[in-house]
């Protein structure tokens, strides 16, 4: 096949150049044009030459362990490739036994540790009840650690410490997580997730800032059952209330509700809700939608 004018060529002979795993190589004259030395292959390797063989892979490295995911495991021998022949009884089963929980006692050295994986396996838990992407559970794991490391777990609750790593992540990252949402979900009290956030926003300088109602209205009228037309108007009265400064001092979640509520009376072929679904979906009393729809309405009279 006769090549294409736009194909790379070889500056010396004009063969074809030819890219490999790290580097650019003529496929006549053998000139290596460029090297990338990064290589970008599979992370694992096999030493019995089987592709098919992946027990040498290692977990990537992770902030959500005390250990970064390095330690060793003695494992059970129940991958692909045993059999009834490589099976141990007897003694040498129950001396495999004791050195695997031996090993697994090694893995945690300190008081410290030890806080760390119950504080990381809390913080997992959590993110995964409250359907929290991998990448925040790293954030949540960081700020614990950091947390950790400025002393400021002494005296207070780690299961307190982790429930607040999870919302300030969830603060930082602008996913819409109200506290009520993680203490129902957490094993540490509302108090002890207070006191535990406020000392992290105090001593570490969280880049957090006032909760946006916005991020609530797509999964509030998801749980509501309401299309996209109503999202669309509560998020103009929203924006009205924004713009007129009526939102101070009020429950972002509580804002929300209620702008879903007055945009599902607004739109007359949606079925309306009532304001007991709405404070439901939010958490928060009905009055509270009650004040902010007295908002709404005298910004309508206003206008």
Known sequence: MAQSDSSPTCPECGGFLRLTATETVCE???????????DRGPEWRSFADDDTDRR???????RSRHDRGLSTKIGYGTD??????????GRKRRQLSRLRREHTRATISSKAEYNQ?????????????????????????????????????????????????????CR?????????EVVTIAAATEAELKAAYDALNRDLGLPTGPIDPGQYLPRFASNLDLDTAVERRAREH?????????????NPSGVAAACLYKAACDCPH???????????????ATVTIRSTLTELRSLSADS
């Open 28 to 38: 006549d004259c053998g000139l290596v044009l460029g090297e990338d030395p990064i």
């Open 56 to 62: 040498r892979t290692g977990a990537p490295l992770t």
């Open 80 to 89: 692909s490739v045993s059999d009834h022949s490589t099976r141990i009884t």
């Open 117 to 169: 994986v119950l504080g990381f396996t809390e913080i997992k838990r959590i993110t995964a009840r409250l359907s929290l992407p991998d990448c925040l559970r790293e954030q949540a794991c960081a700020l614990f650690d950091s947390a950790q490391s400025e002393n400021l777990l002494q005296g207070r609750s780690i299961e307190g410490f982790a429930a607040a790593c999870v919302y300030a992540s």
């Open 172 to 180: 930082v990252r602008s996913l819409p997580r109200t506290i009520d």
């Open 238 to 250: 929203l924006d009205a209330l924004v713009t007129a400064n009526r939102i101070g001092g009020r």
């Open 270 to 284: 949606t079925e309306s809700i009532t304001q007991t679904a709405a404070a439901e979906v939010a958490d928060v």
